[in-house]
């Protein structure tokens, strides 16, 4: 009938209206090339930092960032693999970042395991 075949319309139409919006939804989610390349000028000043103070250290990104899942304000997880936990060298550290730009504080977790909290100031991550 003439109203079944008009509400099929309708539902096409919406399903079409829907599709558009939530294509439209994901491209916005997408890091672009440029956050991108923010996001790897950041870690590798950190990465410079945490080398200056502890040579031997390695940093590695985890997190949404590297599984390509991240949302436009997610932040950088990364871990430093090597460093000594002793308080004096946090500071170091600490004192280091600020110098060059970041802000800092560490936290510890139940593990016992530094968590740093990190702001990079020049590129706002």
Do not use: C, H
């Not at 309708?10 to 209206?17: E, N, P």
């Not at 870690?43 to 940093?59: E, G, H, T, Y």
């Not at 871990?79 to 936990?85: F, K, L, Q, R």
């Amino acid at each position: 009938t003439q109203s079944t075949g008009t509400r099929n319309n309708f539902q096409k139409k919406k399903r079409r209206i829907m599709l558009k919006e939530a294509e439209g939804l994901a491209e916005w989610l997408l890091s672009t090339p440029d956050e991108d390349e923010l996001v790897q000028n950041a870690v590798l000043r950190l990465s410079q930092i945490v080398k200056s103070v502890w040579p031997f250290a390695q940093i590695e990104l985890f997190g949404s960032r590297t599984t390509k899942l991240n949302l436009p304000t997610s932040d950088i997880d990364v871990t430093i693999i090597g460093p000594p936990a002793y308080d004096k060298t946090f500071k170091t550290l600490n004192y280091e970042l600020q110098k060059k730009g970041f802000s800092f504080y560490t936290k510890y977790v139940p593990a016992s395991v530094p968590l740093l909290k990190v702001t990079e100031t020049i590129y706002n991550y």
